[in-house]
DNA sequence: TGCAATTCATCAGTACACTGACGATTATCG
DNA sequence: CGATAATCGTCAGTGTACTGATGAATTGCA
């Protein structure tokens, strides 16, 4: 049947693959998160905010890989959820600057059972020894293709700050 | 610095990865086959409704695990460049009945270097001892976890034609 | 045969992702 | 200093993905 091999050679590309794998793994998210009504992109958001009190919108995109465009609508519903805060930028007005509520670092400790979880079930059709070598493979793809995304991460900019 | 482990630990988890590979893996399929103006998600349709002329919608979906929803827009989009036609079903006038016109096959018949490029420059970074171990593995997350994604592929239909 | 359950495509609504463009602001350098 | 370049957030437009709902059509079964 040409036709199933045809099927089989789409099916069996990886894009094809990385796609399908990347629904579920935000299906799974979802799913194990649904009490707390935050996405995946939500949450990695969340988190870097949290850990990087201050932020401005552009520099929180180099850290998770975000497009400029879409961090807009993101942040603006963690703001709406009351689980951060966004202020116009003291030293440079151009920005905003994001920090995290008491609200926002209640919900990333409830929600964290949940995280656990759906990464441990997004692996677990693996053997255990399998998972590090693949997370290793994953992270390796990422990194090296990194610029070919609109979104790269960057590192820690060189404040050209010579003094 | 409590700052950057809290990042790395969000960054290294399976699920932001994967994201960001999927980002990755579409920006170079776009990139890669830009000369011919249709995303990863079309080709795909494009090529199932060549290997299954007369298909509905909903059987499309299930093949290539598209959201019921989403492929209305999809094929549309075919449609509107004269790549597919979409008729009403002949037997079930719920359905669309879907074909390929010779300028969709054209299509697929040219666009093949771009697509196979991508899948290389996609894998690109490992090794190519690498490769097949990370495509085995990730054919096992798609295929173990497919019931997780709220489109997930269906065997073929046992039309309870027992006759 | 006739009615309930199911199925198909689609709609409205929400969210993410990206392109190209813009005004406002800041940085750079002649 | 002042003009130009770069950066920040945002907008409009397009595309993918999913929830929950609906009307039209078909199927299953009493």
């Known amino acids: 049947m040409a036709r199933l091999d045809d099927d089989r050679r789409l099916l069996e590309m ?3 693959l990385i796609r399908r794998l990347h629904q ?3 299906a799974l998210f979802l799913d194990q998160a649904k009490a707390f009504g935050v996405t995946p992109v939500q949450y990695a958001a969340l988190v870097a905010i949290g850990s990087h009190p201050g ?3 552009t520099a929180l995109c180099s850290i998770i890989a975000f497009d400029r465009t879409t961090i ?3 942040v603006g519903r963690l703001e709406k959820k009351k689980l951060i805060k966004r202020l116009n930028g003291a030293h ?3 920005t905003k ?3 995290i509520t008491p609200a926002g670092r209640t919900l990333i400790r409830r929600i964290e059972p949940a995280v656990q979880s759906t990464q441990r079930l997004i692996l677990a059709p693996l053997k255990a ?3 590090n070598t693949f997370m290793q493979m994953l992270w390796h793809l990422v990194h090296l293709n990194n610029a070919h995304s ?3 991460v960057r590192e820690r900019e060189r404040k050209r700050r010579t003094s």
Chains 1, 2 share one sequence.
């Open 14 to 16: 990886p894009g094809h």
């Open 150 to 152: 609109r979104a790269p």
């Open 92 to 94: 440079d007005r151009r």
């Open 24 to 26: 579920i793994s935000f």
């Open 97 to 99: 600057s994001l920090s």
């Open 72 to 74: 807009g609508g993101v």
């Open 129 to 131: 020894s399998e998972r």
């Open 55 to 57: 932020i401005d919108q």
